[in-house]
């Protein structure tokens, strides 16, 4: 305004420019009203300004929005390019490499795969070799040559029913938080790749169950599908589910990575009858699932309620997934199964960096350990208490190539889950509203007409396609480092770039325990130092004062 020239000052002190435009629509409407000789295409446009006039006026008198009160009829174009600046930066500015929190590079070659298209890349990478970070797989002079891309390996080996599962399945998402037609489609893909579905914490339900797909049943801190009417744990409903021949592996869930430490609740009116009915809980009534479980209050309870899950569902392997949280709790998990002798068949990790669901933006941001430091923690200590041949690791964390599951299982992970990475194979566009009711692909809608626009025999192709696909590059990995399985991989295989002249292997760059080093009291790097020695098989609580700075 001061670059304005000073008879338009004048004018504005008298008559605020910001009106012009709710002026002008209403004097438009009355010049075309005055001038209207019965055309429609007259009628429509004297109706419209009319509106608009309207539309001003109603600004004008509101009292929620400043904007609109300064600004009528314009004002509105404010929060029309609010609402969709979202998808113009989508298309139209952000860059193939810019993560948003997947870039448009990690979301195309899931897209890619899903469809069976093409996935090669000419003219060289678009990644700054040169930056800070930047990690590579050193390659082998005598390549291997594998004839399956069928990676697989066994949980619960010596269980009553082990589970021979792929590297590579679908991370834990609820019906409830997807809509119907995206389980179905997900569990049918599962079932044509031969690799498991996890059920999320809303239980098993019928779109689950209707294409006969590997499922791994997680149970949350609300025993949805295996609870009573207080919520508390019923043995005798969680056995009758537990024996589906359907369900290979039992998941206790103790946080996750999209909110750790909170609890959720689904409000009544979107607890329909079919939610209810998976669920276990009554119809439109809020759905309560705690920020903790009421089976168990301390570590060595914990280690005696999977050995009752266990056993209730005809041993089949049973472990349980966590997003790392304070040190000493995972330890004192760790002290009680020296305790007890019970071991879980299975630990999942799960990285703050992941999650479908909506949280509040501090969880989402700031509470719980990235997967990197998660996944070392717990693999490190296994190895450092010599249970790691007992115990398998899988991870979650924004897993979409081939690459990131190489990384990974050099970091100790016995194979991968996605979630979002399968969300694009269905469709997601990341519009990123998963938590309105209003996705506009159905992947995450229980509106039944938003949700028709997953095909599922389509969809479902495009799931097995995605998982097949990636598997394929994984084993062109396996074999250009000269090995024979995934699991041979090791942090002496991968590079990570420190500066511009400066690179080390994740060997010499992250802390490595040897075997049995806990048994034999070492302690060898901070976290074990400090936190140790605080944790108590019998409490989740530190035993002793956190050390200043620690």
Known sequence: MLAWPGWLRRLNQHFPLRYLTWVLCGLLALGLAIGWDGGVAEGVLVLVFLGLTLLGLRDMRQ???????????????????EFIRPEIRQYFLEGDNEAAPFSRAQRSIVYQRAKGD?????????????????????????PTHLSSHDFRITIGAGRAQPYSASVFNISAM?????????????????????????????????????????????????????????GSFSPEKFAAAASDPQVKMIELKLSQGAKPGHGGVLPGPKVTPEI???????????????????????????????????????GKPTGFKLCVGHPWEW??????????????DFIVVD????????????????????????????????????????????????????????????????????ARGFMFALGCIQAQACHTG???????????????????????????NFHQNTLKALKELVEAAGLSHPQEITAQHIVHRMGKHEVRLLAHLLP?????????????????????????????????QIQRGA
């Open 118 to 142: 093409p996935d090669q890349r000419p003219f060289g990478t678009q990644l700054d070799t040169s930056a800070t970070g930047y990690e590579w797989i050193n390659h082998s002079l005598a």
């Open 63 to 81: 009292t929620k929005r400043s904007i609109l009160r300064n600004y009528p009829v314009i004002g509105h174009l404010r929060f029309l390019l």
């Open 351 to 418: 990285g703050a960096e992941g999650g479908t669901g909506a949280a509040p933006l501090e969880f989402t941001n700031y509470v719980g350990a990235p997967l990197q430091e998660g996944l070392l923690l717990i693999h490190n200590t296994l190895v450092g208490l010599d249970l790691r041949d007992k115990i398998k690791i899988g991870c979650a964390g924004k897993v979409t190539t081939a690459f990131d599951i190489v990384r990974l299982m050099a970091l100790g992970a016995d194979w991968c889950n996605s």
């Open 174 to 230: 609820s019906f409830g938080a997807l809509s119907a037609n995206a389980v179905l489609a997900l569990n049918k893909g599962a079932k044509q790749g031969g690799f498991a579905h996890d059920t999320g914490e809303g239980s098993i339900s019928s779109y689950h169950r209707e294409h006969g797909g590997d499922l791994i049943w997680e149970i949350g801190s609300g025993y949805f599908g295996c609870r009573n009417d207080d």
């Open 512 to 544: 490595f325990v040897e075997r049995g080093a806990l048994l034999r009291g070492e302690l060898p790097y901070a976290t074990l130092k400090i936190y140790w020695p605080m944790a108590s098989a019998h409490s989740f609580a530190p035993q002793g």
């Open 331 to 344: 330890f004192a998990v760790c002290k009680a199964m020296l305790e007890t002798g019970i071991t879980p």
């Open 276 to 314: 209810a009915a998976t669920r276990g809980v009554p119809v439109g009534v809020d759905c309560i699932s705690p920020a903790r479980h009421s089976a168990f209050s301390t570590p060595v309870e914990m280690m005696q309620f999977i050995e009752q899950l266990r056993t209730l569902s005809g």
């Open 438 to 464: 209003h996705c506009p692909t159905g992947v995450t809608t229980q509106d039944p007409h938003r949700q028709r626009a997953i095909v599922v025999p389509d969809k479902a192709q495009r799931v097995a």
